[in-house]
């Protein structure tokens, strides 16, 4: 059974930090790019960043730039997301997907072939 598990959201005061984890099973990780979307309540999903398939190609979105780190370890099946300097503005429930492909394209969602079930990100004093 194909999945993608998050992990690692929860609460955090601004300017805190939080690493999110994207685990795969029941398919191979190692052939596709991955990308960390975000939702918040009212608001339509937005591509925050991406992985090429070998990590040698990253992208952020202009409001994450500089504060967060995507990264990936293959032999684990897993791609983390390593959120720095956070605002409230990135609260957030945050999804992890895998591409149909091994870059990471327009970010658009008919792109990604597998989602997770997302983990919430809350940031708030």
């Known amino acids: 059974q194909v999945q993608l598990v998050e992990s690692g959201g929860g609460l955090v005061q601004p300017g805190g930090s939080l690493r999110l984890s994207c685990a795969a099973s029941?398919?191979?990780?190692?052939?596709?790019?991955i990308a960390w979307f975000r939702q918040a309540p009212g608001k339509e999903r937005e591509g925050v960043s991406c992985?090429?398939?070998?990590?040698?190609?990253?992208y952020y979105a202009d409001s994450v730039k500089g504060r967060f780190t995507i990264s990936r370890d293959n032999d684990k099946s897993t791609v983390y997301l390593q959120m720095n300097s956070l605002k409230p503005e990135d609260t957030a429930v945050y999804y992890c997907?895998?591409?149909?492909?091994?870059?990471?394209?327009?970010?658009?969602?008919?792109?990604?072939?597998?989602w997770g079930q997302g983990t919430q990100v809350t940031v708030s004093s």
């Open positions: 997907a895998s591409s149909y492909y091994r870059s990471c394209g327009r970010l658009w969602a008919n792109e990604f072939r597998y």
């Open positions: 029941g398919f191979s990780l190692d052939y596709y790019a």
């Open positions: 992985i090429s398939s070998r990590g040698g190609t990253t």
